[in-house]
């Protein structure tokens, strides 16, 4: 016990402290004396003032609608959407479908005879289509249905006949050879009934008796009339297939369905599922026809197949609002804060730490205090990193509150984004102590060209962080200290916003583009329970690890190291 | 100096060297200190600053051992509880005022802000800067920065006090009241030690020397003794006056005088054997002349002229 009547421990622990206070205090003013410091922080400060104002922009601006399907475009130009003609059975197509569109005549084929059928004969009036000799009671001369080529041209004279090439005196084998398809030619009263019987190869319309020749193909039906189709705008055709989703009682709710995260879900909004262009309408197998399937294990969404054409065309808007404003609350904690900000402050506050009081000539003023030297690395790194460590919150808190006021939802503010803007600014400062002492610790080891491993490590921590946003199951990237903050924010995202998992897989499965994917993966340290918690624990240990063992390097470094 | 006793020295150097690469810095000295005010004397390089940092902790003998109260400094800080130091480095945190350097530097010692706040105050009072202790230390003149060093190591009330060259560089004011501090420190039963390459400034504070040289340990003792070792050697006393012959033959006849010179115009030179008795005569023979004296000045009364005759006497 001393005079105050404190004991042991009690004194040794407040002399700890205060000389922590000291040394803390120290550091802290001492960066803010320099102007490296307000330079850095005040980047990181324009990089988020800048990032926001993008942000706001794209706020601003109305989302431009994606036509997913394709099916607003008129690609033959005939004034009818593809959607439209697809419902009408007509064809879009640029090479063959400008003569289709709905209300269109359509030939409708009512029977044939085909190359080996017995019954050889028929009388009717007809469109013809195919070879035959034709003794007409009636020519239709300017037929031309909606066909485009191989029409017969009768050539008819005053008398309404036919003036065609005589082949009455050729062999048979000549006529089929020397006749091509689209003509005919005049083979006279063959049979001496009075009316003069013609070999036609190709397309007419008349009334008469037909005789198909053994191995050639006839076929007839009639065109049906024209009627006008009003055609559609093509803004119908856009977002006209949305994703549905129902709850466990049926009832349509917003997607995802909270209670009903696997199972049957969506709907044929615009019928192009059901229409006879698809050939499967059970692409997902689930015996269901033209519907969407959600998989699920232990309460996440770990698949979305639709089947062909259903929700295929869902309303962005409905959808980027939230995705985009995750991803962006994603990208910046990932990229602007753990990989920017989390490499460049501690290259310029903590490389020096110690290294720059050695060289300044002021160590001696205080390593002539009772105070070993690893004690002072440590309050050293801790006046640091309580500079750069209150900055980072700060400015994400900041950058959050603005955020979540701009952020969709008819809230005032979205508080369930704060908690990931806290655990950003924390999993920033976890990746500032780990580089803080990792770099101070090199600045220890080499005075003099420890800045330039500093850096050679930085892209080292910049490329393996880049790997690890797009494939953090890349087991490379691990060895890298950016990998686990990235994966702290990845199950920070998860805790927060549970239902990600769901918002990633509808990006994916019904090709939203809001680029959320790219930036957000669900955790990969889990051992194997898929619990961002655990996720969250571990990444955490590893980054206080490195931590510590870069303290400890740095202790033993500094404790040979003879002060002149 | 005591040494032996029950409790350890405040300083104890067991034959100790230090060499850096070729260079030998403290070469095999032993050296124990408790008590009082002690000059550690020696030209440039000759180990004064190696010695101090031994015992600092900075750096580590390669032989021998060194023990502050008897702890090694290498291995453990408790010493530096006891220790006040005031290195040769001029540099300071020069945007803090002196208050708050040695406020932050006294809470290193575990004291709380307002307690490391009362000693500062009090510590700056002491060396006679209180009235100037809320000015930046970028704004001070050099023999401000030494007593605010000084206040620092002082802070903590330490019963071992070690500077190196504190007079160094000051003007005579600063350099007179560093000495003052320094010699009130050693009647407040503290030891210290002061290091400087200049003889003079070391009399005026101390008669307790150590002598280094070229690493080595030359001479340990009092100053006197070691002055009067001095004063037989001959020495050399050169004086500027109008007519150097005329005054020459008034010291030709005196005893301590062996030998006049007359270097150049206006200059007599008298060579003595006995530097003391020579003083004591040369007031009266001033006065008998009637010459009017310019200067009086003692070329060899220098560290340089003691270390030479050391050097002598030791081979």
Partial sequence: MDKQGRGLSETVWTRLDRKAGAIVELTVRQLRHRLSTWVVLGVGVLLMALLLAFYIDAVRETFEPIDNDGDSVDEDGDGYPRGQEDKYGTSDD????????????????EDDIDWNDDGRYVFANKSWDGTAFFEPTWIDDEYTGDWWDSHIDWRLDENGDPLLTDCSDWDLEMIYNRIEFGNACDYGDDDGDGLTSYYVSGKWRGEGSVTVPVDFYLQWGYWTEEVYVEPHPKEMYI??????????????VDCPAADRLSGTHGFDDDGDCLSELIQDIDENQNGVACDVVWRSSNGVVTGITADENVDEDPDEQDYIGELGHRMFVIAVGKMAFVILLGLFIPLFLALGLVRDETENGTLHLLLSKPINRAEFIVYRLMGYLAVSGSYVIALSLLVGVVASVLGP???????????????????????????????NTMGLISPKYGVYICIVFGIW???????????????????????????????????????TIQWAAMDQAFDIQSGLSYFWQPPVHTMGTQSPG???????VVLLLVTVTCVFVGKSVFNRREIM | MTVGSQKPPAVLIDQASKWYGQVIGINDVSLAIDGGVTGILGPNGAGKSTLFKLMMGRIRPNQGSVRLFGVDPWASTSPYRRVGYVSESEKLYEWMTALDFVTTLARLHGMTREEAADRSAHVLDFVGLSDVMHKELGKYSKGMRQRVKIAHALVHDPDLIILDEPLHGCDPIARTSIMSVIRELGKRDKTVLVSSHILEEIERITEQIVILHNGRLLAIGNLHAIRDLLDKHPH??????????????????QDPVFGVRFPSDGQLEIHTNNLSAAHSILPSIIVDSKQSITSIENPDDNLESLLGYLIKEAS
Avoid: K
Avoid at chain 1, 94 to 109: I, K, N, R, T
């Fill in chain 1, 239 to 252: 977002n006209e297939d949305d994703i549905d989703c129902f709850d466990s009682n049926g009832d349509r």
């Fill in chain 1, 534 to 540: 655990i996720s969250l624990l571990i990444s955490t």
């Fill in chain 1, 94 to 109: 640029f090479w063959d479908g400008s003569s289709e569109y709905p209300g269109s005549s359509v030939f409708v084929l």
């Fill in chain 1, 409 to 439: 939802g008819d809230q005032l503010i979205r508080l369930s984004d704060l908690p990931v803007w806290l655990g950003i600014g924390i999993a920033t400062t976890l990746v500032l102590a780990a580089y803080g002492s990792l770099f």
């Fill in chain 2, 236 to 253: 050399r006393i050169l004086i500027n006056c109008e007519d150097p012959r005329g005054l020459a033959g008034l010291f030709v006849s």
């Fill in chain 1, 461 to 499: 921590e910049f490329t393996m962080g880049s790997f690890s946003i797009v494939n953090p199951g890349w087991s490379v990237a691990s060895i890298s200290i950016s990998h686990w903050a990235l994966q702290m924010i990845d199950a920070i995202v998860l805790m927060a916003w549970p239902d």
